[in-house]
Each structure stands twice: as structure tokens, then as C-alpha cells.
């Protein structure tokens, strides 16, 4: 620096440059104005022009200045946007991808449930909060996986995205115009993907959609100004969603395509993107200055734009006070003139009236809010403009060196500058670039941009920097918004799912060359959507800052706390030493701890508990979805555990979830090839003759053979397939009992259908079984319908009425394996139940266990007393049906009669 200072400087180093004068103190006209007129009126017409040039060069200056901050104002909300919704679309993308990758997988092992897959897309989509749905279909195009679908499915055989999707494997995400949904009825933009095997065969496309009422109101977030727009088209143009500031409706329908000359010209030139003014208004409009930016990932463009009439009322208001004090300086001007012999006081007053319209137009021009600096070589020092002053926080007093001025500027930045002042500004280069300076009076850091020029003195050899600064810190605050916006969460500030996935990668490829481990925590709070129901979202967002603030505080600074969406949350270790497994376990109960303390949410205190899942990694794993899907099979069998708990990633549980999907899958094609069947087990009266039967489903499978209804009857819960063959279960057993109906022996035959809770629980159940009825012609009263005590535990007065209908029908009503649920006899007297059917656990032992006897015993003397039967099942010895008998017992079931037959067998018992 030392050096620096010495730079060409003559001996006075420390001289102070000379004070610039006040008008007050200005010297008085010299006699020259009186002694020569002639070149007093050249000098003051040569003033006039000059005055003129000067106004004009100012108001171009101050014009271009207003334009540019037109035009990175559009720039800045275009790009914006482009983040925002490329933040978005990246978010969809990793999902489509994701569950595309997952369905594929399933399709090839052949163990696909359609329960599993909806499972998979609604835990994607509640990832993804702006999404209302994700869905997918088969390879015929039948939209069959997703929350809400029932047969018949809808064919999307003629959407272009399919047929796309179908013949291209190598296509990428595909993006749509925007469409109106034939489901939601309202205009979308749609996101979808391929399912491939993985033989590389088609098995249909998984998609997501944006509601345009969503985009719209992630548009309406932005603040634009009364005469400002904003719009987002697609790809191809076609309009997707548009904003006015004004509030007034977007003039541009969804789907048009057409955009002005201007703009397909600014297109063509630079699609990526680019600023342009429109060059004529439309009537009754106003010009504009239009930017827009490409998504580079995506292709969509967004047009952001601004009125002239908005951009530039600050340029009009300085040019009416420039162009008002360069009129009154020529009107001064051509007043000396006029005036040229009148008295020397005259002239001075004239004088002093010029100093002051000077004084003014300085006043003007620190409007543009722009400082100045000028740094002299040869006295090495610099002067400035009092913007510059006020932005650089000094005063008059400030000492005007090179060292000071260097004490303005951020350290970093120091070499820099005396490189360019030692080696380029000799050299004529020009000086611009962005850095930080720090007031000297309040230590306020500030971002400046500072563009400088280099004159030379030929003669001297010497140069002298001129700068302007402008200061830019609002500019920098929200360039760092934006990426704020892009890659946190905007409730708790932590990463994103963006974020996230760029360390998770980062750790995994590391890990591929170290060796090392890592761990991956995924979190679930239960119970939550009760907190959201019962005390609203406000306070459940409360909840999720909490959590954010606990888990922020339980991990090291090299890792990484993450929210996915919702009440998920992701905990990075990407660094554990030797023990990994002991070290992620000791931190899923460490979090697990903090995060069962309580609450304080608006004075109320709240318990919560959270389910974790913990997978380790060591950078071997191929893709991230698969470490993903580790930690979530791990956080489920926390919550299949009793929640509240800490899971590790088991290959067990994989083995298991393959076995149940696998099941599934036959299921679902045992559904579609008819090989259910019924069997019939007779039910016997007190007399001994048949007074019915209970139809019992049975299923045989083509390689495995018979297949125990204990496999298959949870898995058809699980996954739903329990409605449709409960379906065809009653429509089967209505039209035996039509056919029954035909010969006198079996005329009077009852039938017992077994109705599971999920079943009985539909809305239309009763139209269900009305439905069969009325198909098959059967009689009400000989359909027996057989319910759990489980149906009691939820809505008791919802059930009793359904079933209170049933009856009203005719339909008769039996409360099976009666004495092992939770019924209470408070309930057993308002329901309108037919039978009681004891179970056979009680039936097994009551020969030789006292309590089991009494508890029969107590049943049949309990349905008696309400006027119902009382059938036993499972009676398989003489001395358990005379013991039955004895105690009052009317109808009997059990192999000690028959074991369930099919429905040759069975007419054939009733022949003997």
C-alpha cells in the first residue's frame, strides 16, 4: 500500500483539495462584462447551449437509468418465478420419478398391490403440498391407482401425454398445456411420467397436476405494482395463469397461444431470456417494458411487465424540475442579454440568480440517488458527491487519503482494488464491480455496485479515477429471499426437500469413495391430523416450529435437519464413525426424547409423540429413492409397533411387505379370474333337520392349491379388495338362494352371509343388498346377514340405524362370534339383531371347563331373554350338542354335522 500512496504523487502528499465554493462566496463579476460585450453575448449564448446540452444529457442519463431499473425489476420478478417454479417442478419430477420407479419394480415382480401403490402415491403427494393428487394408470390407460378411485375407471387412452409416454421409454417428464380435468372439472397443468418394467416394457404412466387456481395463487404472492404483470405460458405459449397488479381479471384466456410480433421477435433473437419495450400501445393502453426468462429444465416462460406510466414517474417528475430550471435559466439568460447595460448591481443580482438555479440543478440531480467519487493521482486523494458521503456513512471531516478511502471497503476486497489501481487504471481500463463498504460512523454494511472511468493528463503522465455508486443492498436482500424461497421451508426455515436431496447426494457420493457410513432419520409426529382437526392448522403450525426448534438443537453442525412436507421430517448424519449403527440409534432416542417433552402451544400444554425410522448407508446404495423408501419402511414398522418408537431398516420387514404384496397381487387376479368360490356348512335345528347354512369363501389358488381364508382375508382388508368380493360374495349367495328356491326341499333354506365392518360401512351398503335382492329374486327374510362386535366400536348410532333399515327390509341379522368382542349390553337391547352365535372358543372346551360353560350358558339365556336364537358354531362332539341342547340351545353348526361343502356336496347332504 505503501507503495501505492507513493504513486506519482508531487511532494505536497498531504495537501487537502481545494474547498468548492458556496454561492455566497463566489467573486464578483470581473469588468470584462462590461468592457466587452460582444463576448459577454457569445459567452452567455455559448452558457445557453450549454445549459440546454447539459439538460438534455442529464434527462437521456436519468431516462436510460429509469429504463434499466424498468428492466431488472422484470428481470427479477421473472426469474423469480422461473426458481419458484422450477423449486416446483423439481419437487414433482423426484416424485413422478420415484413413484414411477417403485410401481415399475412392482410390476415386474408381479407382487403389485393396487393398496400398496395408492399408498405409495398419497405419501408422495403429501409430500408435495401444492399438489392435490397423484395418480396412475395401467398399460391400457384405466386410471386405477390413487386416493378416491372406484370402478368404472376412467381411459386417458386419447390424452397425448400417454400416447407419448407409450411409444418414447426414453422421454423425460412430460409437461402439458394446460388442460381441463375430466375428473376435477377445472383447468390444470399436468406432470407425467412413464412406468417401465424391467424388461423395458410399458406399464402405464404415473402423473401429477397443478390446479391453475394454485398457480394463480402463487402468483398473487408476488407484489407487483398497480401498472405490473405477470404471466406464465407454456413451452408452446399457450397461457397458463397471469396476475395484474391492478387486481383487474388477466386478459389472456387459458390456452391462447398468440403473443404480439414484438415478442416473437425478442424470442426468436434470445429464447433463453430477454428485456424489450413494446413499441406501440394498443388503444387505450400503455407502452410496457417486458421481460422474460425460460426455464432452462423445463421450457415454460415467464413474462413479468411493467407500465411506462408506473416505471417512469419518478424520470417525468425530474424532468419537469430540470426542464422547469434550465427554462428559468434561459429566461435568466436572455434577461441579462436584454438587460446587458443596466447598472452592476443588476449584473451581480443576475449572477447570484444563476449560482442559485446552479445550486438547483444539483438538488436535481441527487434525486437519482447516485454518488460520485473522483481519485486524483497526482494528489493522491479523491473528493466526493454528498450521496456518496451519506451512503458511505462519513462526513466533511472525513479524511480524503487513499488509506481512508480503502478503510470504507470491506477487507476481502482490498487487494483487488489496489491491483487495478496499481496496474489497470494506467492502463484506461474501466472499474465496475459489486462489493461491500462499511460506514465509518454506524459500521452498517451496505452492497454497493460502483462503476468507474479513467481520464489522462497526456502531458503529466497523471489520471484520475471518476466514479458512481449506487447502493444495491435491497437488491442483494432479495436475490437472497429467492433463494430462501427455493431451497427452505418457509414455516420452520429449514431445507428443503431440494436441499435435502443435493447433501443427501453429495454424502452418498463421498461415502461410495470413503467407505464410510451415514445414517438417514426419517420422523413422523403422531397423531397429528387429530391436532390439525381439533385445534386447526394455526396451532399445528406452532407444533411444527417447535419440532423444527428441538431437532435443530439435538444434531451437530455438519448435519443437516430437513422438512419434506407436512409433519415428515428428515435428519442427515452424513458423517458417523466407527459404530454406525450404535451412533444413529443413540440420536433417534436422543431425538426421540426432546421430542416427546411437552408443549406449550398458545397456553395449552400438548403432548406428542413421534415414530422413527433409521437407515444407514455407506454409498453403495444406486439410487436415493431407495434409501428414501429404507427409512419410511422403517418409520411404518415404528408405527405398526404401537408408535411412539425407534426403528431401524430390517430386510425382514422388505421380505415381509413383498410376501403381503405378493398375496395382494394374487388376490387381485383371483378376483379377476373367478377362482373364489362358496362352500356351504349346514346349520342344524333342535329337531335335527337343515334349517340353513352359512356360505364360507374359499379360494383356490392354480399353483398353490387351497389357500387359507386366515392368509387371505386380512390382505383383502389391507388393500380393499374386501368390497368387491363382499360384492360378488352377496350377489352369489342372493342368487342360490333364488335357485334354492325353486324345489320345496331347499324352498325354505336360510342363508348366512358374513359382511365385513369396512363393507357394512359403505354408504350405499343398503342399496347394495337391496341390489342383490331385487337382481336375483330372492326373499328377504331368507338372507341372513352375519356382523362383528367390531362394527360397535365407532358410531354406534350410525350402525343401528343402518341396520334398523336392513331389518325394516326383511333382511334377518346375526351378531357373530358373540362374547370375544367389546359389546355392552346397553348396546346388545337397542340393537335389532335376529341370532346371537356363540363362538367356538367357548363351545370348544365347555365340557370340561367350567367357565366356558358358563359363559355359553349365560348367552343362550341372554338371547332368549331378547327374543333372539342362539346358534353354536364349532360343535364337533355328541356330548357338546347335548350339553347345548340341555341349556336351550336352538340351532347348531360344526364338523360334528358337516364341514363346509361345495355346493354339489352340499344338496347332497340334504339328500340323506
Given at each position: 500500500m505503501a507503495a501505492l500512496l507513493s504513486l506519482r504523487r508531487p511532494r505536497a502528499v498531504n495537501a487537502a483539495p481545494p474547498p468548492v465554493q458556496s454561492p455566497a462566496s463566489a467573486p464578483p463579476p470581473l469588468p470584462l462584462f462590461r468592457r466587452n460585450r460582444a463576448l459577454l453575448r457569445a459567452g452567455v449564448g455559448a452558457a445557453m447551449v450549454l445549459v440546454a446540452l447539459a439538460a438534455a444529457l442529464t434527462l437521456h442519463y436519468l431516462h436510460q437509468q429509469a429504463t434499466q431499473r424498468m428492466a431488472v425489476m422484470t428481470q427479477s420478478l421473472a426469474r423469480a418465478m422461473v426458481l419458484t417454479f422450477d423449486g416446483i417442478l423439481d419437487s414433482i419430477d423426484v416424485s413422478l420419478q420415484a413413484s414411477a420407479d417403485e410401481i415399475g419394480r412392482q410390476l415386474s415382480s408381479g407382487a403389485s398391490s393396487g393398496r400398496d401403490i395408492t399408498g405409495l402415491l398419497v405419501r408422495q403427494q403429501q409430500r408435495l403440498p401444492v399438489v392435490p393428487y397423484l395418480r396412475a394408470t395401467n398399460e391400457r390407460g384405466d386410471i386405477v391407482y390413487g386416493a378416491g378411485l372406484q370402478p368404472p375407471y376412467i381411459s386417458v387412452v386419447g390424452r397425448e401425454y400417454f400416447a407419448l409416454l407409450q411409444s418414447d421409454p426414453t422421454q423425460r417428464m412430460y409437461i402439458s398445456k394446460p388442460l381441463f380435468g375430466r375428473i376435477s372439472k377445472k383447468w390444470i397443468w399436468l406432470f407425467a411420467r412413464r412406468i417401465s418394467r424391467d424388461d423395458g416394457s410399458f406399464g402405464g404412466v404415473?402423473?401429477?397436476?397443478?390446479?391453475?387456481?394454485?398457480?394463480?395463487?402463487?402468483?398473487?404472492?408476488?407484489?407487483?405494482?398497480?401498472?405490473?404483470?405477470?404471466?406464465?405460458?407454456?413451452?408452446?405459449?399457450?397461457?397458463?395463469?397471469?396476475?395484474?397488479?391492478?387486481?383487474?381479471?388477466?386478459?389472456?384466456?387459458?390456452?391462447?397461444?398468440?403473443?404480439?410480433?414484438?415478442?416473437?421477435?425478442?424470442?426468436?433473437?434470445?429464447?433463453?431470456?430477454?428485456?424489450?419495450?413494446?413499441?406501440?400501445?394498443?388503444?387505450?393502453?400503455?407502452?410496457?417494458?417486458?421481460?422474460?426468462?425460460?426455464?432452462?429444465?423445463?421450457?415454460?416462460?415467464?413474462?413479468?411487465?411493467?407500465?411506462?406510466a408506473v416505471g417512469m414517474a419518478e424520470w417525468r417528475g425530474q424532468a419537469w424540475i430540470i426542464g422547469g430550471l434550465g427554462a428559468a435559466f434561459l429566461l435568466l439568460a436572455l434577461t441579462l442579454l436584454v438587460l446587458i447595460g443596466r447598472a452592476w448591481w443588476r449584473q451581480q443580482r443576475d449572477v447570484a440568480a444563476v449560482l442559485d438555479s446552479q445550486q438547483s440543478m444539483r438538488e436535481a440531480q441527487q434525486i437519482a440517488e447516485i454518488g460520485t467519487l473522483?481519485?486524483?493521482?497526482?494528489?493522491?486523494?479523491?473528493?466526493?458527491?454528498d450521496i456518496f458521503d451519506r451512503i458511505a456513512g462519513i462526513g466533511p471531516g472525513y479524511p480524503r487519503d487513499l488509506a481512508h478511502l480503502l478503510a470504507l471497503v470491506e477487507p476481502a476486497t482490498h487487494a483487488g482494488i489496489l491491483?487495478?489501481?496499481?496496474?489497470?487504471?494506467?492502463?484506461?481500463?474501466?472499474?465496475?464491480?459489486?462489493?461491500?463498504?462499511?460506514?465509518?460512523?454506524?459500521?452498517?454494511?451496505?452492497w454497493v455496485h460502483a462503476k468507474g472511468r479513467v481520464r489522462h493528463d497526456a502531458a503529466s503522465g497523471h489520471w484520475s479515477l471518476i466514479c458512481t455508486m449506487q447502493d444495491i443492498s435491497q437488491r442483494k436482500q432479495n436475490e437472497r429471499e429467492i433463494r430462501k424461497l427455493a431451497y427452505y421451508d418457509m414455516l420452520t426455515g429449514l431445507p428443503n426437500r431440494r436441499l435435502l436431496y443435493d447433501r443427501l447426494q453429495q454424502a452418498m457420493a463421498g461415502h461410495a469413495r470413503s467407505g464410510r457410513q451415514g445414517a438417514l432419520l426419517l420422523i413422523d409426529l403422531d397423531h397429528f391430523k387429530t391436532l390439525n382437526d381439533t385445534k386447526g392448522h394455526g396451532v399445528g403450525d406452532l407444533l411444527l416450529s417447535a419440532v423444527a426448534e428441538r431437532l435443530t438443537r439435538c444434531v451437530g453442525a455438519g448435519d443437516t435437519v430437513a422438512r419434506l412436507g407436512g409433519d415428515e421430517f428428515i435428519v442427515l448424519l452424513p458423517e458417523l464413525a466407527a459404530g454406525a449403527a450404535a451412533l444413529a440409534g443413540a440420536a433417534g432416542e436422543r431425538i426421540h426424547d426432546a421430542l416427546s417433552e411437552p408443549y406449550d402451544l398458545c397456553g395449552h400444554q400438548h403432548h406428542s409423540s413421534p415414530s422413527i425410522g433409521i437407515a444407514l448407508f455407506d454409498g453403495r446404495e444406486q439410487e436415493l429413492g431407495e434409501l428414501m423408501k429404507r427409512a419410511d419402511t422403517a418409520m411404518y414398522q415404528a408405527k405398526a409397533a404401537g408408535r411412539n418408537a425407534v426403528r431401524f431398516f430390517d430386510p425382514a420387514m422388505q421380505a415381509q411387505v413383498a410376501a403381503h404384496a405378493a398375496v395382494a397381487a394374487d388376490l387381485r387376479q383371483a378376483v379377476a379370474q373367478a377362482q373364489l368360490s362358496l362352500h356351504y356348512q349346514p346349520q342344524i335345528d333342535a329337531a335335527g333337520r337343515v334349517c340353513g347354512a352359512e356360505a364360507l369363501l374359499r379360494w383356490r389358488h392354480p399353483r398353490r392349491g387351497a389357500v387359507s381364508p386366515a392368509e387371505f382375508i386380512p390382505v383383502a382388508e389391507d388393500t380393499g379388495l374386501i368390497l368387491p368380493i363382499g360384492a360378488w360374495v352377496l350377489e352369489t349367495a342372493c342368487a342360490q338362494l333364488a335357485a334354492w328356491a325353486a324345489t320345496p326341499r331347499t324352498a325354505q333354506l336360510e342363508l348366512a352371509v358374513n359382511v365385513s365392518p369396512r363393507q357394512f360401512n359403505q354408504p350405499d351398503f343398503e342399496a347394495q343388498v337391496l341390489a342383490a335382492?331385487?337382481?336375483?329374486?330372492?326373499?328377504?327374510?331368507?338372507?341372513?346377514?352375519e356382523l362383528t362386535e367390531g362394527l360397535l366400536l365407532d358410531n354406534v348410532d350410525a350402525v343401528i340405524r343402518k341396520m334398523a333399515a336392513l331389518k325394516a327390509r326383511g333382511i334377518g341379522l346375526s351378531l357373530d362370534d358373540f362374547g370375544t368382542g367389546y359389546s355392552s349390553l346397553s348396546y346388545l337391547k337397542r340393537l335389532p339383531l335376529d341370532q346371537l352365535k356363540i363362538d367356538q372358543s367357548f363351545v370348544r372346551d365347555l365340557i370340561s371347563n367350567g367357565p366356558d360353560a358358563a359363559i355359553a350358558g349365560t348367552i343362550i339365556a341372554l338371547g332368549r331373554s331378547l327374543g333372539m336364537t342362539v346358534i353354536a358354531e364349532g360343535v364337533e362332539t355328541a356330548p357338546q350338542r347335548d350339553w347345548l341342547a340341555a341349556a336351550g340351545c336352538q340351532v347348531y353348526q360344526g364338523y360334528y354335522f358337516s364341514r363346509p361343502l361345495a355346493l354339489e356336496q352340499f344338496e347332497a347332504f340334504l339328500m340323506q
Open positions: 404415473v402423473y401429477a397436476v397443478l390446479n391453475i387456481d394454485q398457480i394463480e395463487a402463487i402468483l398473487g404472492q408476488m407484489q407487483l405494482d398497480a401498472g405490473g404483470s405477470i404471466a406464465l405460458r407454456h413451452a408452446g405459449f399457450e397461457s397458463i395463469a397471469g396476475r395484474l397488479g391492478s387486481g383487474q381479471p388477466f386478459p389472456v384466456p387459458i390456452g391462447d397461444a398468440s403473443l404480439s410480433p414484438r415478442s416473437r421477435a425478442a424470442l426468436r433473437n434470445n429464447p433463453l431470456r430477454g428485456t424489450f419495450v413494446s413499441a406501440f400501445a394498443n388503444a387505450g393502453e400503455q407502452a410496457r417494458t417486458f421481460s422474460y426468462e425460460t426455464s432452462q429444465r423445463y421450457g415454460y416462460h415467464v413474462i413479468a411487465s411493467e407500465t411506462a473522483c481519485y486524483d493521482s497526482a494528489l493522491g486523494s479523491w473528493r466526493s458527491s491491483e487495478y489501481l496499481r496496474v489497470d487504471c494506467p492502463q484506461g481500463h474501466p472499474f465496475d464491480r459489486e462489493h461491500v463498504i462499511l460506514g465509518a460512523a454506524d459500521g452498517r454494511r451496505r335382492l331385487s337382481a336375483s329374486g330372492a326373499r328377504p327374510e331368507l338372507l341372513k346377514l
